[in-house]
């Protein structure tokens, strides 16, 4: 009965979540449409649908038919695990593509509560598979892939952790996780959203509680998986966050977000484990800061922090 209840709140805040995104991608210029998608095909299980949002370099068609080989970016969306959709990124995507000379994946993953914990982070891993599987005829070069996400999906770039002993037969060799940018993610469900709330520098301006316990009830209904390092990273022993994360890690982080201790704490443990690892808080600005739908809103103050993470991502692309 409870299961039923939250599907009702999920999706009338998915459709809601659909309006604001409208009105958010109305501020000109106007955000690129996916080039193509592609669906993973999945033998076992019907119900299962992963869909693949592509955004591509100009040219990609031409030079991929050459024989080039374009750097990835695999995007998960944010939406507490129950809302959003893999377009609520084109901005981002719209930068990677100014910027750098890469391929954008953003990755459909299953929502909860239809399909609660592990089910996104299993897709992403399969996402992650699917790619190096089928680099040469999507023109991608899967030695050099970063990972990016916002909220929820900024928790899903850091806790896919392909693990390469899987019976796939899959080449994984050849994949590499270069460098994570994780937006706003969420970190730690150990720790109570009360809790979060109040220790906050603004609790007025962190997410409500009706949508945080949809979120939360939805994603992990099971309370002992809350405490699964694939849920809570932070939970994670230190040589799992060591040999699953790449080298370079980008964490961002809202000023005024409950989530704002647990990203900082997050940042400082992966500094001691040697990680290359850079933080920055955005200052006066709550939870999902960038996904504001009022039309009128500074999207310049965003942009400028979006193209500093994709010069960075440049750099690294051409390592
Ligand atoms: C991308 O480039 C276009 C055209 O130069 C520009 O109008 C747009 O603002 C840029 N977008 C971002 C996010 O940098």
């Known amino acids: 009965m409870y299961r039923t209840w939250l599907l009702v ?5 998915r459709a809601l979540m659909r309006v604001g995104m409208l009105l958010h991608d109305l501020t000109s210029p106007r955000p690129p449409r996916p080039a193509f998608t592609r669906t993973i095909p999945f033998a076992s299980s019907c119900s299962r649908r992963v869909v693949l949002h592509f955004y591509c370099p100009p040219e990609y068609q031409k030079r991929v038919q050459e024989g080039h080989r374009f750097p990835v970016v695999v995007n998960f969306h944010g939406g507490g695990f129950t809302l959003g959709s893999p377009t609520d990124d084109s901005r981002w995507a719209m930068c990677i593509l100014n ?6 994946v953003s990755v459909g993953y299953r929502r909860a509560p239809e399909h609660p914990f592990p089910a996104a982070v299993d897709d992403g891993v399969d996402a992650l598979l699917y790619l190096a599987e089928h680099a040469a005829e999507l023109g991608l070069d899967v030695s050099r892939v970063a990972l990016s996400g916002f ?8 806790t896919r952790l ?10 994984v060799d050849s994949l590499r996780i270069v460098a994570i940018f994780s937006w706003y993610p969420i970190l730690d469900f150990e720790q109570s959203r009360d ?10 301006k962190t997410l409500p509680a009706f949508l945080t316990t949809l979120f939360d009830d939805s ?5 002992q998986d809350r405490t699964s390092p694939f849920a809570s990273p932070a939970l994670a022993q230190d040589d799992m966050l060591a040999d699953s994360l790449p080298p370079e890690v980008f964490l961002y982080v809202c000023e005024w977000d409950m989530l704002l201790n647990e990203g900082q ?3 400082r443990r992966l500094q001691r484990l040697g990680k290359k690892v850079r933080a920055m808080m955005i200052e006066k600005a709550p939870h999902a800061w960038d996904k504001s739908p009022n039309p009128f809103r500074d999207q310049d103050r965003v942009n400028v922090l979006y193209r500093d993470a994709c010069a ?7 390592k």
């Not at 910027?99 to 954008?104: K, L, M, N, P, W």
């Not at 809790?195 to 007025?204: E, F, G, K, L």
């Open 9 to 13: 709140q999920a999706v009338v805040w």
């Open 312 to 318: 960075d991502m440049k750099v690294i692309f051409e």
């Open 151 to 158: 909220s929820a999906g900024g928790n899903l770039a850091v």
């Open 265 to 267: 704490q997050f940042v």
């Open 99 to 104: 910027e750098t000379a890469a391929v954008v």
């Open 162 to 171: 392909v693990d390469s002993s899987s019976s796939s037969s899959v080449d």
């Open 195 to 204: 809790h979060r709330r109040a220790m906050s520098i603004m609790p007025d």
């Open 219 to 223: 994603y992990l209904p099971d309370h």
